[in-house]
């Protein structure tokens, strides 16, 4: 409440210059203020809590489910007859991520503003290794993974969440002075290029895309004057077609690919035509668990980048439907935790966590549907992928630190309410 009274205040205190400082303004996910009875917030902290954990807990379920599903007949291929290898790797790292995201929760907020800047760290050092075709694992022309024997990383998995943690950071840190473009363009711009080069060397559109997208979130979040805002967005999406031009691979996968999958039907728009014929072959109820003939090698990674295919296949609309029904109250959950957080920097770093996370699907879910590229981007918390599932989840127990913390005797009981 302290930090709300100073934000109130300083919005009516000049500045150097004479200008009104509106600081209560920036942040857009600020609640209109209002009266509230002491118990309030422990009550609103208690629903995110639900909606966040029956969201998250029932897409890690289902993806467990059609992990187990759609990679049966390529793990028993890849894996000396083993069908259930992608399953049992899944529940492996499902147990790691729970674990991490259960700690990370009864953490406070506001430790990220020290980790986030050697998470980021960590991670760039290893995209430029993952990059270098002598010690990265290259996989469908992306060089992204790090083969460490038993498990395989994907550094840029972690780079999402520090980056979040550091642009939280950083808007708390410049809060006063957010409508100078200098003072968001340092040192906020060279780090997210740096980012998004490393991203682009790993030959990893999608991610990359993601990493600058989560940002742009959390601008509009911190309440950044439009015209900055579009102009950034703008240099995104130029950015973006220089790339896709540049690149054969890339201009194909959008022109030909995307555009007009149906020219090419065996070649370049393969993978997107048979993502659609497993949704159609779906129906309304689907054919039935475990029944996909989409996964018996027509589609090409059916168990981790194109499951959601699979899912309309077995599940039917109604399955799909539900996966994309819990995605948005995992999103509508993180909207209000960010809405109740305490202070800034917790506000910034649950919206940037939650528009990544809703960035990716959309992203994800888009690309099987034909609404957008294929940009090679995992579904959130259902896809096969070990750094993923654990980072997304250690992400969740982020959410879930800034919900608990909004409310401390929610979690300390006899403590004193407030900072």
Known sequence: MAD??????????????GRPARLA??????????????????????????????????????????????????????????SFWYFQRQVLYAAVGIGAAIV???LSPRIW?????????????????????????????????????????QPSEFAKLGLVAVAATILTNKWSKLDEPMQLLMPLGPIVLLVGLLGIAQRDLGT????????????????IRMRYLMFAAGAGALGAMVLIVGETYRRTRFFDAWLNPWAD??????????????????????????????????LPNAHSDFIYAVIGEELGLFG???????????????????????????????????????????VNMGAVTGLLPITGVPLPLVSFGGTALVVTLVGVGVLASVARDAAPPLVRRGSAPGR
């Open 4 to 17: 709300r009274t100073r934000s109130a205040a300083s919005a009516k205190a000049p500045t150097a210059g």
């Open 25 to 82: 303004r920036h942040l857009r996910l600020v609640p209109t203020p209002r009266r509230r009875g002491a118990a309030e917030p422990k009550r609103l902290a208690r629903r995110d809590l639900l909606l966040l954990g029956a969201s998250a807990g029932a897409l890690t379920v289902v993806g467990l489910v059609m992990v187990l599903s759609a990679g049966s007949v390529s793990a028993a291929q890849g894996y000396g007859g083993n």
């Open 104 to 106: 990370v929760a009864r």
């Open 113 to 153: 503003k020290h980790l986030g800047i050697w998470i980021l760290g960590g991670a760039t050092i290893l995209m430029m290794i993952a990059a270098r075709p002598t010690s990265g694992t290259a996989l469908y022309g992306a060089s992204r993974w790090i083969d460490l024997g038993p498990v395989t990383i």
């Open 208 to 223: 990359t895309l993601i990493l600058c997208g989560l940002v742009l979130v959390m601008l509009f979040a911190a309440g």
């Open 265 to 298: 039907r065996q070649g370049n728009g393969y993978q997107l035509i048979q993502g659609l014929i497993a949704i159609g072959s779906g129906g309304w109820l689907g054919t039935g668990l475990g029944t996909s003939r989409a996964k018996w090698d027509f």
């Open 320 to 362: 799909a439907l539900a996966v994309l029904i819990a995605f948005g109250v995992l999103i509508y959950a993180g909207v209000r935790i960010a809405m109740h957080a305490r202070g800034t920097f917790e506000r910034l770093l649950a919206a940037g966590v939650i528009g990544w996370i809703g960035l990716q699907a959309i």
